[in-house]
């Protein structure tokens, strides 16, 4: 390859874009290959992050950046360290896997569709290789959400389902209110410490200090924290996972397995070294880990749907590893990240060969297809085994490396009631986990072959290499990484997050706590698994509070009926009420703006001769003419008398010697008067409504109010002594030809020095000029 | 000057026929109100002369009253006129909201350019072309702008004018 690892560093994240966009505009002639576009790009950005990770210097790591925001700092800058080099990796790795699995998975004979998904998952790809390479907080935002969306686009699918749209609002609902969190954090802190570089933040003791200094050390990560929580399925917001379920099987693998859900602990990870000094880090993270480390599992062995299962296990090891940043114990982050990918994505693909091949998920309809599907046992088992924390597999280092961790690590030294409360519960978890990975493989394999369900019988068969051999590559990463553990643990502490990680990683064991452990997890695992029955029967009678997403639901019906009751009582229709309400508070600015200026303290003498006659009496025929519209029995006899006064302030700009607001006034005059008479056909009989004294007494006061004021603000802004030297229009006056090249300064304000102002107003006539045409348009073809 | 309360209720929706001004056109068809040969005659000379007089006003505005949303008024005016005189099934045919979209294209493209060329955006400034037979004039790049405006003002005035009389018509 010819490219520097400066330029291959944004090429890696922006291939995949262009994929996305590629295939949108392919996908209704290409069809189902355009599968073929999300593996090549996949297999692209793998190349070149495997590239950049072989030239990695952990002292230097390659950065590129470019100004993007240069007044606030904020930078598109991509930094290519060993945890964001592991993750761009993972990400594209399992990508590329997932690419060739939908190839044979994904089948729709509308093409259109297809290209969707395809432009979805591939750009959700991108997000979330920019998400691991950025090196900027508000770039991290950026790419966080563009991962909800694609996120949202790819659970609701099925989006001629009400589960599926449902699925799909309740995770975008929850993690994007997550994320504005955790937008405002980072706002936090970008704005005390003047930086948004997340590698700078890290380095520079003297800008968390900042942040300590202002005390929002605390809030700070407290907002990241919604974003991290929610996004990573934490428990109280766990339960948009299950809900995403919905989604097709490779959108579940790579999405709310593998990656997306690992970006909230990935952003611990980068929070660590900014934010860990936080008296709230280790408490909030361990307690949220642990609980939902603890009844992730427990719910796991409740669940019969086969991604359901996964996705409560899933949900469990989020917790896990939430629970080791909060005991900062980050050097084991990629060790945990890594095994955990491999065998939940082995998992999940086969649940989707399961669901292919007979077309359930559904563990009381499945059995005994060990013999029916001999392949996709073995490749289930490969995943089963790590998941349950045997030797030799990933999951037994990883897990040994867990144990060893409560055992010994340092936070919880001196602590011997928390540190046995978190040891108890943990093991419990790990051996639910356990009974969950027997339940799975024998449930599913094992056992007599479900009868009533007829799909099993005839359809069953084994699936084809495309569905297969992803998940047997995955599978053998789980075992391969377990056998190889000499090179295992050379790469998960060099990947690391914690740049001096020194996790002892071995198959043999030298410490004869965490084997005491996982031996104590073994036994109790099939001790559950044994007893699942009366287990289950026990948790149902436990069950007693809703589950979480109820809660939410209630949540969102009660904002609805909140924001229902308060537009129907504020938006009422009444334009009286509207206009009360529109002068009422141009009164108060008026108010507080003159107060401001000192102009209501001192005397204004006023002496007749200072009147200019002829403008008093056009102003007594205003009131005139005013009274009369006020008084106006008939509604045409309203619209003359509106365009008397009109004509009569038009008349007092002539006196005033103001041409151009006279031609306005005149021309605008003319043309309400047109208007007036076009729609008063359909303007309802005119009554006079009787209303009771005291609403009368109200709207009285609210005229006089209105009136008084703005008399005053007329007469104070006339006076001389607003003509002073920093007067905003006498600079309009001085710059209009200098600057604008025309001596009308009105036009010159209107069409260069406010022209954004104008370009404003000018969309909302042009958006009217529609609204009108489309409505009175469509009510005409109505009838 | 107040009516008599007991006076006859114009504005009710059943008594088109009897709107003041409504000599020609046959009862119950408010689209045919003001259709008079005069108005006809009159609209004839008028129309053209208001829309180049508007012409005029747009053209002027960035050194003397003017503009292009006065101008626009002036011209939307005169189409009112002439729907007035001549009924507004002609003018029904055009889809006035485009000459509006047009105009806001015009407008926001006139600030784009200096921004792709690296200036703010909205930045205005003066060209000096040369023409053959004329010769050479300036012209601020603010007309542009204005130009957008004149035909925001008339696309979107008529397109309601036109809208409202068909309204009236059935």
Known sequence: MMLSPTASLPTLVFIPFVGAFLALCMGR???????????????????????????????APVVCAAEWLPGVDVNFRLRGDGFGLFFALLVSGIGTLVGIYSLSYVHLSDNRRVARYYAALIAFMGAMLGLALADDLVLLFVFWEITSITSFLLIGFWYDQEIGRKGALMALQVTVGGGLAMMAGFVVIGAITGSYSISELAADPSLREKLVAAGMLTPALLLCLGGALTKSAQMPFHFWLPKAMVAPTPVSTYLHAATMVMAGVFLVGRLLPILGDSPAWTPILTTVGLVTFFLGAYQSLREFDLKAILAYATVSTLGLLMMLYGLKAADQDVLQIWSHGAYKGTLFLVAGIVEHATHTR???????????????????????????????????????????????????????VLQWTIIVLSVLANAFIFAVACKLVFGVFFGPPAEDVDAVDHHAHEAGIGLWGPAAVLGLVALGMGLAYPITSQMVNGMSSDPHAHVHVSLIPHDIGPVAMSAVTVLLGIGIYLMRRPINRLQDALAIIPPMYKFWDWLMAGITAVSVTFSRQWQNGSLRWYFSGVLLFACVLVTAALNRA??????????????????????????????????????????????????????????????????????????????????????????????????????????????????????????????????????????????????NAVNVIIVDMRAIDTTGEITVLVVVGMAVFGLLRTRRHKA | MTPHPDGPELDSPGDKSSLPGSPGGPPGSP????????????????????????????????????????????????????????????????????????????????????????????????????????????????????????????????????????????
């Not at chain 2, 926001?108 to 004039?137: D, Q, R, W």
């Not at chain 2, 601020?140 to 068909?166: C, H, K, N, Q, R």
Request: contains cysteine.
């Open chain 1, 29 to 59: 002639i290409a069809g189902h290959k355009t599968g073929y576009l999300m593996v090549l790009s996949a297999l692209a950005s793998f190349i070149l992050a495997a590239m950049l990770y072989a030239g990695l210097d952990p002292a």
């Open chain 2, 31 to 170: 689209g045919e109100l003001l259709r008079s040969p005069v108005l006809q005659t009159v609209s004839r000379a008028a129309v053209p002369v208001t829309i180049i007089v508007s012409l005029i006003i747009f053209n002027q505005g960035h050194n003397l009253p003017g503009g292009g949303f006065i101008g626009g008024v002036l011209a939307a005016a005169a189409g009112a006129m002439h729907l007035m005189a001549f009924g507004v099934e002609g003018a029904a045919r055009w889809n006035w909201w485009k000459l509006s979209v047009l105009g806001l294209l015009i407008s926001i493209m006139t600030g784009t350019v200096p921004f792709l060329l690296g200036e703010a955006f909205m930045n205005h400034t003066e060209l000096h072309p040369h023409l053959p037979l004329i010769g050479s004039f300036h012209v601020p790049t603010a007309a542009f702008y204005d130009a957008g405006v004149y035909l925001i003002v008339v696309g979107m005035l008529m397109t309601i004018f036109v809208e409202l009389g068909l309204e009236n018509r059935e």
């Open chain 1, 598 to 743: 000192d102009f209501l303290r001192h005397d204004i003498i006023v002496k007749p001769h200072d009147l200019y006659w002829p403008a008093v009496a056009i102003s007594g025929m205003l009131i005139f003419a005013a009274l009369i519209l006020v008084r106006a029995q008939v509604r045409l006899t309203a619209a003359l008398a509106s365009t008397a006064i009109g004509f009569l302030v038009a008349l007092l700009f002539v006196i005033y010697r103001s041409p151009d607001i006279l031609l306005t006034q005149l021309l605008i005059e003319t043309v309400s008067t047109i208007f007036i008479l076009l729609v008063l056909f359909f303007m309802p009989r005119f009554s006079r409504d009787v209303v009771a004294p005291p609403v009368r007494l109200v709207r009285l006061i609210v005229s006089i109010l209105v009136g008084f004021t703005m008399a005053t603000m007329v007469f104070l802004c006339t006076l001389p002594e607003l003509r002073t030297e920093d007067n905003l229009g006498l600079g309009y006056l001085e710059r209009s030809l200098s600057e604008g090249f025309g001596r």
């Open chain 1, 362 to 416: 559904d563990l009381r309809k499945l059995g005994g297809l060990r013999k029916v599907m001999p392949i996709t046992f073995g490749v289930c088992l490969l995943g089963a085994i790590s998941m349950s924390g045997l030797p030799p597999f990933f999951g037994f280092l990883a897990k040994e490396a867990f144990y060893a961790q409560l055992l010994h690590g340092e936070v919880l030294h001196g602590q011997p």
